[in-house]
């Protein structure tokens, strides 16, 4: 399992890290909190989201 950052996720994602961290907050991204401040991504849970947001988007 390979954890990402949100500024590694911002980065695949062509975003904000601020916009990750509000996405992860509101439950868009999934994510996993370490303690009170620390927030981890799973890579293959980001990269499961990106196929999903692509295979909506083709027509």
């Known amino acids: 399992m390979t954890v990402l950052t949100a500024n ?3 980065r695949l994602l062509r975003l904000a890290p601020s916009t990750v961290y509000e996405m992860a907050r509101r439950g868009d991204l999934p994510s996993v909190r370490i303690g ?6 799973v890579a ?6 990106i ?3 692509v295979g909506s988007n083709e027509r």
């Open 51 to 53: 196929k999903e947001c």
């Open 8 to 10: 590694e996720v911002a």
């Open 36 to 41: 009170n401040r620390v927030v981890r991504f």
């Open 44 to 49: 293959e849970d980001i990269e499961r989201l």
